[in-house]
């Protein structure tokens, strides 16, 4: 995999970032508004997530940043389109909505789907993510991706790293105890030799450590961008976010 251009890149098309901690709903609100205003959706997550991947596939430490990087130059990732998902009959397929395009990734040539996003994945990933190297081996990947599309990237470091000239920025925040609940919500049917208390209390656990190693790392850690407009994400409903952001982007770019 090539290195990363250390130069910032222009931003020819509109591009709006969409970051936050692990748990805030920046993926769906991302989603929703690429597809309010027919944007390709660019979920960077897929790409650390095949980093993740590969770690347990190898059997490569994701502790250890320098096997992680070599074993990032034995591969090739290529992002593909909604179009070639639905062509594989890949699981990732999503819908297209009001114009607007969902990204996959492809490893080594193959689609990758569900073996993404289980927890052991998401722990690797996490952990693989931290080190200088690995991110700066995936930033030309993300730079370029679709460079005449208008974007609605989401990730960790978009506004503050990956497209620092990006025209609005948007940084999702939501209480731990929030997205420990929302969480228990999901994983509680799957658990069933735990009380709903203890489940709450691992969840939380687990999210706390998490944004403390992604906010923390010394790269690209997962922080505001100094332009970034903050939006809570506790409260309103998953369409009102998403028609206030899109009203936000159409106001800031003259849509």
């Known amino acids: 995999?090539?290195?990363?251009?250390?130069?910032?890149?222009?931003?020819?098309?509109?591009?709006?970032?969409?970051?936050?901690?692990?748990?805030?709903?920046?993926?769906?609100?991302?989603?929703?508004?690429?597809?309010?205003?027919?944007?390709?959706?660019?979920s960077t997550g897929l790409i650390y997530r095949t980093v993740g991947f590969l770690a347990l596939q190898e059997g490569v430490s994701p502790d250890d940043g320098q096997a992680l990087s070599e074993m990032l130059k034995?591969?090739?990732?290529?992002?593909?389109?909604?179009?070639?998902?639905?062509?594989?009959?890949?699981?990732?397929?999503?819908?297209k909505i009001g114009g607007s395009m969902t990204l996959g990734i492809k490893l080594d040539g193959q689609i990758l789907g569900?073996?993404?996003?289980?927890p052991a994945v998401s722990e690797?990933?996490?952990l693989a993510s931290r080190f200088p190297a690995v991110r700066e081996q995936l930033l030309e990947l993300q730079r370029t991706?679709?460079?005449?599309?208008?974007?609605?990237?989401?990730?960790?470091?978009m506004g503050s790293v990956v497209f620092k000239k990006a025209q609005v920025k948007f940084f999702i925040e939501v209480p731990v105890e929030t997205r420990?609940?929302?969480?228990?919500?999901?994983?509680?049917?799957?658990?069933?030799?735990?009380s709903a208390e203890q489940l709450t209390a691992?969840?939380?656990?687990?999210?706390?450590?998490?944004?403390?190693?992604?906010?923390?790392?010394?790269?690209?850690?997962?922080?505001?961008?100094?332009?970034?407009?903050?939006?809570?994400?506790?409260?309103?409903?998953?369409?009102?976010t998403v028609k206030k952001?899109?009203?936000?982007?159409?106001?800031?770019?003259?849509l």
Not at 5 to 24: C, E, M, Q, W
Not at 74 to 95: I, M, P, Q, W, Y
């Open 124 to 126: 690797a990933t996490s």
């Open 74 to 95: 034995r591969h090739t990732l290529e992002l593909v389109d909604s179009g070639e998902l639905v062509d594989s009959g890949n699981d990732l397929a999503a819908k």
């Open 1 to 42: 995999m090539p290195s990363a251009n250390s130069s910032n890149l222009a931003v020819p098309r509109i591009v709006v970032t969409v970051d936050g901690l692990a748990g805030t709903g920046k993926s769906s609100i991302a989603a929703g508004v690429a597809s309010e205003l027919g944007f390709v959706n660019f």
């Open 145 to 157: 991706a679709y460079p005449d599309q208008n974007l609605v990237t989401e990730g960790r470091d």
């Open 202 to 240: 691992e969840i939380k656990r687990e999210i706390i450590e998490r944004d403390k190693r992604d906010a923390e790392r010394s790269a690209s850690p997962t922080v505001a961008a100094a332009d970034a407009i903050v939006i809570d994400n506790s409260q309103a409903s998953l369409e009102e």
């Open 114 to 118: 569900k073996n993404l996003r289980t």
């Open 180 to 194: 420990a609940e929302r969480r228990m919500r999901q994983l509680s049917s799957q658990q069933p030799g735990l």
């Open 245 to 254: 952001i899109a009203l936000i982007v159409r106001e800031r770019c003259g």
